[in-house]
Each structure stands twice: as C-alpha cells, then as structure tokens.
C-alpha cells in the first residue's frame, strides 16, 4: 500500500472510511428505531383485535337481541351443537399448531443467521487469503 493510500486510510477520507461510517450510522438508526417499530406494530394489532372482538360482540347481541324480540326460536338440537363446539376446536387448534411452526421457523432462521454472524470474520479472513494469494502469484516481481 502507498504512503498516500496510508494516510488517506488513516485520516477516514477513504471511500471505504467514508462507505464504513454511513453503513454505521445506518444500523445505529435501524437499532434505535426498531424497538418503537414493534411496538406500534403490537399495539396496531391489539387495537385490530379488540375492533374484530367488539364488532362480531355486537353483530350477536344485535341478532340476539332481533332474535328474542321477534320471537324466533333460537335452540339448536345437541347434535349441532356439539358439530359447531368441535369444528371450533379443531379451528384453534390448527391456530395454535400453525403459530407454532411459524415460531419453530423463525427461531430456526434466527439461529441461521446467528451462526452466519459468528463466522462473517472466517469468511472474510478466508476471503483476504484468497485475495492475497491472487495478487502474489499475479504482482511481477521487480529483478
């Protein structure tokens, strides 16, 4: 490396100095910001929730309401019944079961990218041996 080079390196004026610091700083805002991300995105989803609650609430208390004050008869045999409680069942159920693969496959992605973290130095050391041993073998040596 040249005087030059050297000192640029060393005085951050480097487009790599330069590339370094804009990257850090992005990651330093992702960083911050992020945690208020997710908060927002719960609360939405809570919030989301609690309207779906509420209005299918009223969507019954509005046609049980209709219901009685029309007189219509509202009793359903035990067979149906039991049909309607099981297929529920088997719907939060099959919810729970899908959260947790989904959970399974992000802890799993998670642990992925965890081990590529830790080895991101490997990489990058085998990839300056690799570099390095192109520029020996192709740098002509001065007689």
Known sequence: MSTQSQKSNQTGSSIYAIYKQNVQKYFESVTKNTPQYFQATTHFQEECMKAAEKSFD????????????????????????????????????????????????????TQNVKAFNDNVSAFTDLNKNIIQSWISTFTPTRN
Do not use: C, H
């Open 58 to 109: 009223a969507a019954i208390s509005i046609q049980q309401e209709f219901a009685q004050k029309s007189g219509m008869i509202t009793e359903i045999p035990d067979a149906a019944k039991t049909v309607i409680v099981d297929s529920n069942k088997q719907i939060v159920q099959a919810g729970s079961i899908q959260n947790q693969i989904v959970k399974t496959a992000m802890d799993a992605t």
